[in-house]
Structures are given as structure tokens and as C-alpha cells.
């Protein structure tokens, strides 16, 4: 799977607030049906997109075996683990945000199968 079809499912799991607006994914703020703001949403670029996503999810991200990181979740509506795991390799953060998209496009995936 590609980066865009990761993150286009990891958008779907994420929710309605994350939108495509034709040149990447961008998060939306909307009061009383009218858009206040938005801003670029890339989890396997920006840390901070990458920790929301895993706590939207409430995913649990570790260290795993043969030096890889894994994102795991339990999902509300089938009680199935999902997991997203990456090789450390030279870039700790990248391999976690790489996870933890994983982790939330295998969500997403789940929930379009069934």
C-alpha cells in the first residue's frame, strides 16, 4: 500500500473533520456548518498529526520485537486488534508515525470489509 492509500484511510478512521481539498489532506474546523479553519494533516510527516490520530483511535504504541515500533487498538464496534508495526531503522519518530497511520489504515480497512 502507498502512502496516499494510507493516509486516505487513516483520514476515513480519523473522521468527517479531515477532508482532500485536491492537493493533500487537510483538517477542518467547522462552527454552525461554516468552515473557521483548516490547516495541512499529514501523521507521516507531522508528529503532532500522528499522536492525535493515535489518541482518536486510543492506540497503544510501544516498542517491539527485532527493533521495530508497533500501534495497536481495540476496535468499539467488532472487539478486533489492529496493529500497524515498523522497523526503527535510523528514524525513531518516522517509523512510529509510520505505525501508527498503519495501525489506523488497518482500522479503516476492517470497517470498509464488513
Known amino acids: 500500500m502507498n502512502d ?8 476515513k478512521a ?4 479531515v477532508e482532500w481539498d485536491g492537493d493533500g489532506w487537510v483538517i477542518t474546523s467547522k462552527f454552525r456548518g461554516h468552515l473557521t479553519n483548516y ?14 490520530l493515535a489518541a482518536k483511535l486510543e492506540m497503544n504504541v510501544g ?9 495497536w487498538t481495540v476496535s468499539e464496534d ?14 525513531v ?3 512510529t508515525r509510520r505505525a501508527i497511520v498503519r495501525a489506523a489504515a488497518a482500522v ?3 470497517k470498509e470489509a464488513a
Do not use: T
Open 4 to 11: 496516499r492509500e494510507l493516509l486516505e484511510l487513516a483520514a
Open 14 to 17: 480519523y473522521g468527517p473533520e
Open 39 to 52: 490547516e495541512a494533516w499529514n501523521p507521516l510527516a507531522d508528529d503532532g498529526d500522528a499522536l492525535r
Open 63 to 71: 516498542n517491539g520485537i527485532r527493533r521495530s515500533i508497533e500501534a
Open 78 to 91: 467488532d472487539g478486533g486488534v489492529y496493529r500497524g508495526v515498523e522497523p526503527k531503522g535510523d528514524d
Open 93 to 95: 519518530c518516522a517509523a
Open 108 to 110: 479503516q480497512q476492517a
